[in-house]
């Protein structure tokens, strides 16, 4: 009986992400003022300096990076791929991925322009922002893939897409909060994706705290689990890691987004026992 409302609840959120359209996702989260680049305390400025500090503090490294819910979003590899030698890219819709190869192709006509965050990325990096040309090819060069995942299934990608030794680190960032239907799915999902990780391998998660939608869609208003930071504690815990930092964000007062009810978000690194 427990079993098949888990299944409905899952089903349910499948059905949701039917009406995602990326180029409104895109709109809303990576563009001013979220993404204000030239404010240090905007979203994307704290989550783009989360991720070059893991990335470079000296202890994530091995052969593959695996990015769990990619979304329509490069960002969050932009610091990952001068590390990684293979980059693995993956969501749960096809609207997604294709947003993604359009950008991997260098077809144009994507919904976003990545140039702003690459050359970000080249100046937290110490180099001239002009160097993005670089960063973009090498990000072109790693990723070796764009993949179905589902986070709900014990064996979230096709039994063939990782090597058996498992991924050396994953980054996961605004997914399973999103994608969850309770705080037992999220629990679930994060120990189904641990499996694709090897051991000590290093999980990068970003989330939001409070959240109880967003809008991802012109008529999609989609329900998210209100985490807080003793619950993302418990599941990561429950689900067989060792938390080794977590770090909250506050959205500055003068922010105002319509499009979600969340202003706090947290940044965890941790390994896999
Ligand atoms: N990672 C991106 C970012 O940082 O903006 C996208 C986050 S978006 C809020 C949530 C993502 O979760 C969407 O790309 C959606 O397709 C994906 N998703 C939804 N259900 C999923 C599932 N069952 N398994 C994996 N990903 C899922």
């Given at each position: 009986m427990e079993e098949k409302g888990a299944e409905n609840g899952v089903a349910a959120m499948a059905d949701c992400y039917q009406g995602f359209d990326p180029a409104v996702y895109l709109q809303n989260n990576y563009t001013p003022p979220l993404a204000d680049l030239e404010r240090k305390d905007s979203l994307?400025?704290?989550?783009?300096?989360?991720?070059?500090?893991?990335?470079?503090?000296?202890n994530v490294s091995g052969e593959l990076l695996v990015d769990i819910g990619s979304g329509p979003t490069l960002y969050q590899v932009m610091s990952g791929c001068e590390v990684f030698n293979k980059v693995l890219l993956t969501d749960f819709l096809e609207v997604n991925r294709k947003e993604l190869r359009s950008w991997l192709q260098d077809e144009g006509g994507g919904s976003l322009d990545w140039t702003p965050f690459l050359q970000h990325v080249c100046k937290l990096e110490g180099r001239q922002p002009s160097a993005w040309t670089e960063k973009a090819a090498r990000l072109r060069q790693v990723i070796m893939d764009i993949v179905p995942i589902d986070v709900h299934r014990p064996q979230p990608l096709a039994l063939d897409v990782l090597p058996s030794a498992g991924a050396d680190c994953l980054v996961s960032c605004y997914c399973l909060e999103s994608a969850s239907p309770d705080l037992a799915a999220f629990t679930r999902a994060l120990g189904h994706i641990g499996r694709l990780l090897r051991p000590c391998g290093h999980l990068l998660l970003f989330g939001t705290l409070g959240m109880s939608y967003y809008i991802a869609g012109p008529d999609l208003k989609i329900p998210?689990?209100?985490?807080?930071?003793a619950q993302v504690c418990a599941s990561l815990k429950e689900s067989g890691y060792t938390l080794i930092r977590l770090e909250v964000y506050t959205l500055p007062q003068d922010t105002n987004v319509w499009f979600d009810d969340s202003s706090r978000m947290f940044f965890v690194k941790a390994m896999k026992v």
């Open positions: 994307l400025s704290w989550n783009l300096a989360c991720l070059h500090r893991a990335f470079t503090e000296g998210t689990i209100p985490l807080n930071e």
